[in-house]
């Protein structure tokens, strides 16, 4: 079944190659979406549309993060599956 995931992941998760690593995560999942770093330059936000089984191993993915990272805090919501993307890509910081 496919759905959509929304995640924010808070800790040391920028400048040590999240969003380059989540997007090759993603890409090998074979999921599509976003991630991008939030301003408060403590928070990482992902939003990822696929197999159900696959986006749970994103997240799982992303409760650890790259070797450089510390996950401090992550929270999610499942969402209805909206379809609107074609691959997965790292987007610009808001």
């Known amino acids: 079944m496919k759905r959509r995931i929304h995640i924010i992941v808070r800790g040391r998760v920028q ?3 999240f969003r380059y690593s989540t997007e090759q995560v993603a ?3 074979g ?3 976003w991630v991008r770093n939030l301003r ?3 928070s990482v936000e992902i939003v990822a549309e ?3 089984e696959k986006l ?3 997240l799982e ?3 650890k993060g790259p070797s450089m990272a510390i996950v401090k805090e992550i929270e999610y919501d499942w969402e209805e599956y909206k379809g609107e993307f074609n ?3 790292i987007e610009r910081t808001v």
């Open 15 to 17: 400048g040590v190659f």
């Open 27 to 29: 890409k090998s999942l």
């Open 31 to 33: 999921v599509f979406g």
């Open 40 to 42: 408060d330059g403590r």
């Open 50 to 52: 696929g197999e159900e």
């Open 56 to 58: 749970k191993e994103l």
């Open 61 to 63: 993915w992303a409760k």
């Open 87 to 89: 691959d997965f890509r």
